[in-house]
């Protein structure tokens, strides 16, 4: 198809989700010369932004607030001339019987684009205890990775009994004095291989058949409650930081029936992040992976819309 017998349109590309992975996209189309739009959701955010200390991004060896770098990612897309708005999206569908739009609904408004990339993150599953708010980033982490480094010859909480939580804890070991798992049964869910390495490792302790019921603290965490599954007598685990695995939520709701997701939620893609449905690319954290950090996200990003650019080009017509 050709430049000229393409239906109307407004954009090139509209990216959903104001994340690194979004904004990553944002700086390579806005540079690229491609109509963008990036739609950052009204009512959430990225997780980065409420992260305290981001140590191992590299090319800052000093570290950066979370909020900071967003901060640099979205200043630098809009130095490049992207264009962003602050709202929902509540729709995506084919517009009408044209097989070379998408319509996208934002703000009851409806606009058509030649492609989507969906990066609209995730967020993690919270226990919901009294002291999970409060502590956020004072003791209480969702990530090992992020976080572990700060908590050197500590004890640190593992809440969960999932390959995720049982990866993370053994990565806790080579920072934290002791990690005690914590699990609501008398048996673990992660992998077999996961587990042997869990109960080898010397620094890992468990506490079986127990449930948070309150992150304690001052300034900062001190430990937490948890009650007995059967009894509900309750006791309490002297720890300086809490880390949470018991899963993530990525925000796909509006996906479900229009692109294949693993059973987690997760969008599924190829290498080149192309979903499903011809024309939706997906990057960062929604996308289905094994490993979900800000440099995979912005990674994510530049590899969509480099894709998203070839698909354009060959539906103008254009060479590449």
């Given at each position: 198809?050709?430049?000229?017998?393409?239906?109307?349109?407004?954009?090139?590309?509209?990216?959903?989700?104001?994340?690194?992975?979004?904004?990553?996209?944002g700086i390579y189309a806005a540079r690229a010369g491609l109509k963008t739009l990036l739609v950052e959701g009204a009512a959430t955010v990225s997780q980065i932004t409420i992260t305290d200390l981001i140590e191992n991004y590299p090319g800052i060896p000093d570290g950066i607030n979370g909020f900071d770098l967003m901060q640099l990612f979205k200043n630098q897309a809009l130095k490049f001339g992207?264009?962003?708005?602050?709202?929902?999206?509540?729709?995506?569908?084919?517009?009408?019987?044209?097989?070379?739009?998408?319509?996208?609904?934002?703000?009851?408004?409806?606009?058509?684009?030649?492609?989507?990339?969906?990066?609209?993150?995730?967020?993690?599953?919270?226990?919901?205890?009294?002291?999970?708010?409060?502590?956020?980033?004072?003791?209480?982490?969702?990530?090992?990775?992020?976080?572990?480094?700060?908590?050197?010859?500590?004890?640190?909480?593992?809440?969960?009994?999932?390959?995720?939580?049982?990866?993370?804890?053994?990565?806790?070991?080579?920072?934290?004095?002791?990690?005690?798992?914590?699990?609501?049964?008398?048996?673990?869910?992660?992998?077999?291989?996961?587990?042997?390495?869990?109960?080898?490792?010397?620094?890992?302790?468990?506490?079986?058949?127990?449930?948070?019921?309150?992150?304690?603290?001052?300034?900062?965490?001190?430990?937490?409650?948890?009650?007995?599954?059967?009894?509900?007598?309750?006791?309490?685990?002297?720890?300086?930081?809490?880390?949470?695995?018991?899963?993530?939520?990525?925000?796909?709701?509006?996906?479900?029936?229009?692109?294949?997701?693993?059973?987690?939620?997760?969008?599924?893609?190829?290498?080149?992040?192309?979903?499903?449905?011809?024309?939706?690319?997906?990057?960062?954290?929604?996308?289905?992976?094994?490993?979900?950090?800000?440099?995979?996200?912005?990674?994510?990003?530049?590899?969509?819309?480099?894709?998203?650019?070839?698909?354009?080009?060959?539906?103008?017509?254009?060479?590449?």
């Amino acid at each position: 198809m050709s430049k000229e017998k393409l239906p109307p349109y407004d954009y090139d590309v509209i990216i959903i989700g104001g994340g690194p992975a979004g904004y990553t996209a944002g700086i390579y189309a806005a540079r690229a010369g491609l109509k963008t739009l990036l739609v950052e959701g009204a009512a959430t955010v990225s997780q980065i932004t409420i992260t305290d200390l981001i140590e191992n991004y590299p090319g800052i060896p000093d570290g950066i607030n979370g909020f900071d770098l967003m901060q640099l990612f979205k200043n630098q897309a809009l130095k490049f001339g992207l264009e962003t708005m602050a709202a929902d999206v509540t729709s995506i569908k084919k517009h009408g019987s044209d097989d070379a739009l998408w319509e996208v609904t934002v703000s009851d408004k409806a606009l058509r684009a030649l492609s989507i990339i969906v990066a609209t993150g995730t967020e993690w599953k919270k226990l919901g205890v009294p002291g999970e708010e409060e502590f956020a980033g004072r003791g209480v982490s969702y990530c090992a990775t992020c976080d572990g480094p700060f908590y050197r010859d500590k004890d640190v909480v593992v809440v969960g009994g999932g390959d995720t939580a049982l990866q993370e804890a053994l990565f806790l070991t080579h920072f934290a004095k002791k990690v005690i798992v914590v699990h609501r049964r008398d048996r673990l869910r992660a992998t077999d291989i996961l587990q042997k390495r869990a109960f080898a490792e010397k620094k890992i302790g468990f506490v079986w058949k127990v449930t948070p019921v309150e992150i304690i603290g001052q300034n900062l965490v001190t430990g937490i409650t948890v009650a007995d599954v059967e009894s509900g007598e309750l006791s309490k685990i002297t720890a300086e930081g809490i880390f949470i695995f018991t899963g993530g939520i990525p925000h796909t709701n509006l996906f479900q029936d229009l692109l294949k997701l693993d059973n987690g939620g997760y969008i599924i893609t190829d290498d080149n992040m192309q979903t499903s449905a011809k024309g939706i690319f997906a990057a960062g954290d929604c996308r289905s992976k094994q490993f979900r950090q800000v440099i995979t996200a912005a990674g994510d990003g530049a590899n969509a819309l480099y894709s998203a650019e070839l698909y354009i080009a060959a539906l103008k017509g254009e060479s590449y």
